[in-house]
């Protein structure tokens, strides 16, 4: 399964054709004064089209000394393989990374397969450059470039485990108990991401462990586990995470974290994992009887290489995220299971600075309601929305469920 994924990875990339909106992938044979398009949503469907035996079944007149050239258009990036003339060469271009390289072999066979050998040993880093290429301009890959990308969610959930933001489970920042807390959350988010729908689903799992010592000094372990459709091509991810929160007074406390994450698609053909360090600082106070939240964080993400087979995938992306918000929570008069309730009402902007990114800016507006977690009682159950925005036209809705305990 490794190897298929990583092959499909590698031969993906062989082909070029202007996008067509909502499709992952387009395919266009052009030979013999025919074309034929169609279309896929996984990589590995593209992989059995693209290879010589299958120019046969796709144009019916071709030959093994016939002119022809396949052209894919692979999450909005183009490139280009052809057989220029009646002789074995083959050309393979990917026009926004100025690539272009030849191979000739006795057939055409073995033009493809010193092909594949050149990708293999990922020759002048071509994998590198194509996966990098891949994050700076489309919009839905899974490992960085927009909100719903591996990078950021690791990012999001250092964010909320320092901050008394919440939109599905509560910080806990002034709680003094000495009891652990086990938090399990749903959310399910739905985004517009240039020409293409993505739906999200995230379990967040939080285990929060208190000092005996020090019950407001808290050692957080969490792990969002996390399930992307874009146009039918699935993808997955999940970001350990260990933090620990230390209050510097009553008002302030800082929480340095690390966290290692993996993301996977056989259908988009992608796979990484990223290591992050992050440190969050969240300064609260009280505005009559509205608390007020301010949070701060920089984290920096390194992703590292992904070995399978004869390949070695690695984005080699290097990135720094600036989050900064305010949050303001007040309590209501109403009871929920007899327990006192509150409203909070959050706006948080998030920067990537470092490698292109595709989507490197964008702004959470999140407002929930539920139980309010007091000094005695840590049970807690909120439900709440979150609008997203970002630049290049991203934009969707989240709706987060949430309860402590």
Do not use: C
Request: without cysteine.
């Amino acid at each position: 399964m490794k190897r298929k994924l990583l092959t499909a990875v590698v031969l993906a990339f062989l082909v070029a054709t202007p996008a067509h909106a909502r499709d992952l992938f387009s395919l266009t044979a052009e030979s013999e004064g025919e074309t034929v398009t169609v279309t896929f949503d996984a990589i590995e469907d593209i992989v059995d089209a693209v290879d010589s035996s299958s120019l046969d079944a796709l144009v019916n007149a071709y030959t093994p000394t016939s002119v022809a050239t396949l052209t894919l258009d692979i999450r909005g990036l183009p490139a280009t393989v052809s057989y220029p003339g009646a002789g074995t060469t083959l050309i393979f271009t990917v026009p926004s990374l100025n690539i272009s390289e030849s191979f000739t072999g006795a057939t055409r066979d073995a033009s493809q397969q010193l092909f594949e050998d050149f990708l293999e040993s990922d020759g002048a880093g071509i994998l590198k450059k194509i996966l990098q290429q891949l994050a700076a301009t489309t919009p839905i890959d899974p490992v960085a470039g927009n909100p719903s990308s591996l990078m950021a969610v690791m990012g999001a959930a250092d964010f909320d485990n320092g901050t008394d933001f919440s939109g599905d489970q509560p910080a806990g920042g002034e709680q003094v108990s000495n009891r652990n807390t086990l938090g399990l959350g749903l959310r399910y988010g739905s985004y517009s991401a240039g020409d293409y729908d993505q739906s999200v689903y995230t379990l967040p799992i939080k285990y929060t462990f208190r000092l005996d010592s020090d019950p407001s000094k808290q050692l957080i372990l969490d792990i969002p586990i996390s399930y992307v459709d874009t146009e039918g091509g699935k993808s997955y991810a999940a970001a350990l995470g260990l933090g620990y929160r230390l209050p510097i007074n009553n008002q302030w406390s800082l929480t340095p974290a690390v966290r290692v994450g993996g993301a996977g698609s056989v259908d988009l053909g992608s796979a990484a994992v990223i290591y992050s360090g992050s440190l969050t600082s969240n300064y609260n106070f009280n505005w009559d009887e509205i608390k007020v939240a301010i949070g701060n964080m920089a984290a920096q993400f390194k992703t590292t290489s992904i070995s399978a087979g004869d390949y070695s995938i690695d984005y080699d992306l290097n990135n720094t995220m600036i989050k900064n918000g305010i949050g303001f929570e007040g309590q209501t008069d109403y009871t929920i299971f007899d327990k006192p309730t509150s409203w909070h009402f959050d706006v948080a902007h998030s920067a990537f600075f470092g490698d292109d990114l595709y989507v490197d800016s964008y702004l959470d507006i999140s407002m929930s309601y539920g139980t309010k977690a007091t000094n005695a009682v840590l049970d807690n159950l909120r439900i709440g929305l979150t609008y997203t925005v970002g630049n290049n036209s991203y934009d969707g809705g989240r709706i987060n469920f949430g309860y402590t305990f």
